[in-house]
């Protein structure tokens, strides 16, 4: 399967964004979908997954109450709701596949298929 990242751009902080990831490619509903950053400097980290149904997601405690993740099975389309975004938010956001049997992984490795990244900015 084939992602692609889209949605980012320049906000000021408290705003909010929504990032979109859409697949082509094998049954997409067989894939979990997770949303991880990259900000200069530091290493890829996980933000936010949803299992191939859409029943689960997880999240890191950093984006906790502010994000949410949703998935249209029939668009092929992962969403991202970014709210009350911080400066701190800013960075490259990726998504990528994992297969459905693994839940949600919050684990680099386990996904594959990364798509280009969109570049979210929140200036203070």
């Known amino acids: 399967v084939q992602l692609q990242a889209s949605g980012g751009g320049l906000v000021q902080a408290g705003a909010s964004l929504s990032l979109s990831c859409v697949a082509s490619?094998?049954?997409?509903?067989?894939?979990?979908v997770g949303w991880f950053r990259q900000a200069p400097g530091k290493e890829r980290e996980f933000v936010m997954g949803?299992?191939?149904?859409?029943?689960?997601?997880r999240y890191a405690d950093s984006v906790k109450g502010r994000f949410s993740i949703s998935r249209d099975n029939a668009r092929n389309t992962v969403y991202l709701q970014m709210n009350s975004l911080k400066p701190e938010d800013t960075a490259v956001y990726y998504c990528?596949?994992?297969?459905?049997?693994?839940?949600?992984?919050?684990?680099?490795?386990?996904?594959?298929?990364w798509g280009r990244g969109t570049q979210v900015t929140v200036s203070s």
């Open positions: 990528a596949a994992a297969p459905a049997s693994l839940g949600v992984p919050d684990v680099v490795t386990y996904y594959y298929d």
């Open positions: 490619g094998r049954t997409f509903s067989n894939y979990a």
């Open positions: 949803i299992t191939g149904s859409g029943v689960s997601t």
